[in-house]
Nanobody, 118 residues
Framework: QVHLVESGGGLVQAGGSLRLSCAAS????????MAWFRQAAGKQRELVAR???????NYADPVKGRFTISRDNAKNKVYMQMNSLKPEDTAVYYC????????????WGQGTQVTVSS
C-alpha cells in the first residue's frame, strides 16, 4: 500500500504563486509515474502535469509555461511550482501515483485546495 500526502495549497491573488508538494510512503517497489490532477467545483477531474519514470514530462495546455512539475526520486516526492495563477486555476489538486508494472495500481492523495482570487 502506498500513501500520498499533499501540502502547499492555499489562497492567493491572481498573478501569484504557490508550490505544491506530495510525499509518497509505504510499499514502493514498482517504478511509477507521478502526476498532479485537479478538480474544480462541478467539473471532472483533469490531468494538470505528469512526471514519468523515464524523465518525460507532460503538461495540460492551460498550464503550459506557468506550472512546472518536478520529482525527487530519492525521496519519492513530486512538486509543482505554479506561477501566474489565474482564478480558473481554482480547484482541489490531487497527487497521483501510477505503477508502471503489474499490478499497475493507482494511488491518490487526499487533495489540497487552491483558491485564486481575482
Amino acid at each position: 500500500q502506498v500513501h500520498l500526502v499533499e501540502s502547499g495549497g492555499g489562497l492567493v491573488q491572481a498573478g501569484g504563486s504557490l508550490r505544491l508538494s506530495c510525499a509518497a510512503s509505504g510499499s514502493i517497489v514498482n517504478i511509477f509515474n507521478m502526476a498532479w490532477f485537479r478538480q474544480a467545483a462541478g467539473k471532472q477531474r483533469e490531468l494538470v502535469a505528469r512526471a514519468n519514470y523515464d524523465g518525460r514530462i507532460n503538461y495540460a495546455d492551460p498550464v503550459k509555461g506557468r506550472f512546472t512539475i518536478s520529482r525527487d526520486n530519492a525521496k519519492n516526492k513530486v512538486y509543482m511550482q505554479m506561477n501566474s495563477l489565474k482564478p480558473e486555476d481554482t480547484a482541489v489538486y490531487y497527487c497521483n501515483l501510477a505503477e508502471i508494472r503489474y499490478p499497475s495500481r493507482i494511488y491518490w492523495g487526499q487533495g489540497t485546495q487552491v483558491t485564486v482570487s481575482s
